[in-house]
C-alpha cells in the first residue's frame, strides 16, 4: 500500500487450515474456536484466513498456564439437602437449578450431587407422601424438576468413550430417577450410556446391549421385592465381555 512516506506491508493470513496445522490441532477444533471468537477470522471466498499475528497471539495464550478452578467447600451437605427439599417440595425449580449450578461451578462432580443433595431431597419428598403431608402431585413435581436437573448435568462426552452401558429397570420397577443418576455418574466418567427407562421387557435389553455392543448393563432397582428378580435378570443378561450391575438403595 502507497503511502507518503513509502510502502506498508499487508497483513500476512494463513488459511485455517493451516493455522489448524501449525497450532497442531484438527480443523474442526480451529474451527470451533472461530466459532466461538476465540481465534480472529475473516471468511474470504468461502474459506476462512487467520492473521499471522493474531494467530501467534492465540498461540501463546494457549501455553500460558491457567489457574485451577477454585473448589467450594460445602461445610453442611445436609442442610444443601434441606434447601433443595424446600425448592422441589414448592416447585421453585429455577432456585434448584441455580444452587445445583453453583455446586458444579465450584467443582463438585455428578455423583457427589446425586448422594448429597439429591437423593436425601428426593427420600424426604417421598416420606412426606407415605405420611400424608406430601400430595401426588407435589411428589411428581419434584421428580420431574430432579430429571430436568440431571439432563442439564448428563451432556453425551466428547471423545472416544471408556465403555458402552445400556440402563435400565427390570419390569416392575416404575421409578426411573435412579437409572437416570447412574446414567448421569457413568457419563461424567466418559462412558457412552444408553437409557432405556422403565418398563423395557428383559429380552428387550439384552437385543439392545448386543446390537450396540455394550460391555456394561446397569440394572437399576428401588423395591427390596424385585431385588432378587433383578438378579436373576442379570444372570440372563450377562455374556462373555459384558458385565451386569444392579443398583438398589445402599448399592
Not at 468461502?46 to 467450594?72: H, K, N, S
Not at 444443601?80 to 425449580?93: I, S
Not at 400430595?135 to 419434584?142: D, F, G, N
Request: hydrophobic content about 45%; overall charge neutral.
Amino acid at each position: 500500500v502507497g503511502t507518503q512516506t513509502g510502502w506498508m506491508a499487508l497483513p500476512t493470513t494463513v488459511t485455517l487450515h493451516e493455522a489448524a496445522d501449525r497450532l497442531g490441532v484438527h480443523y474442526q477444533t480451529a474451527y470451533r474456536w472461530v466459532r466461538r471468537g476465540e481465534l480472529p477470522a475473516v471468511k474470504i471466498a468461502g474459506t476462512y484466513v487467520v492473521d499471522d499475528d493474531d494467530l501467534a497471539a492465540f498461540a501463546a495464550a494457549r501455553v500460558v498456564p491457567e489457574a485451577p478452578p477454585r473448589q467450594i467447600e460445602v461445610r453442611d451437605w445436609s442442610h444443601q439437602a434441606t434447601r433443595l427439599y424446600v425448592a422441589l417440595l414448592e416447585g421453585q425449580e429455577l432456585v434448584a437449578r441455580e444452587q445445583v449450578d453453583r455446586l458444579r461451578d465450584g467443582g463438585a462432580g455428578v455423583v457427589e450431587i446425586c448422594d448429597r443433595i439429591l437423593a436425601p431431597a428426593l427420600v424426604k419428598v417421598g416420606f412426606g407422601w407415605t405420611q400424608g403431608r406430601v400430595s401426588i402431585a407435589q411428589e411428581h413435581r419434584a421428580s420431574a424438576i430432579c430429571e430436568r436437573l440431571l439432563a442439564r448435568m448428563t451432556p453425551s462426552p466428547p471423545g472416544r468413550p471408556r465403555g458402552v452401558c445400556v440402563a435400565a429397570s427390570p419390569p416392575g420397577e416404575d421409578h426411573q430417577l435412579p437409572g437416570a443418576m447412574a446414567t448421569a455418574a457413568l457419563r461424567e466418567d466418559h462412558w457412552q450410556v444408553h437409557h432405556l427407562g422403565t418398563g423395557v421387557p428383559v429380552e428387550q435389553v439384552g437385543a439392545l446391549a448386543h446390537a450396540e455392543q455394550a460391555n456394561l448393563i446397569v440394572l437399576s432397582v428401588t423395591y427390596a421385592a424385585t431385588v432378587v428378580q433383578a438378579e436373576v435378570v442379570a444372570r440372563q443378561l450377562s455374556r462373555p465381555g459384558r458385565r451386569v450391575l444392579v443398583g438398589r438403595p445402599g448399592m
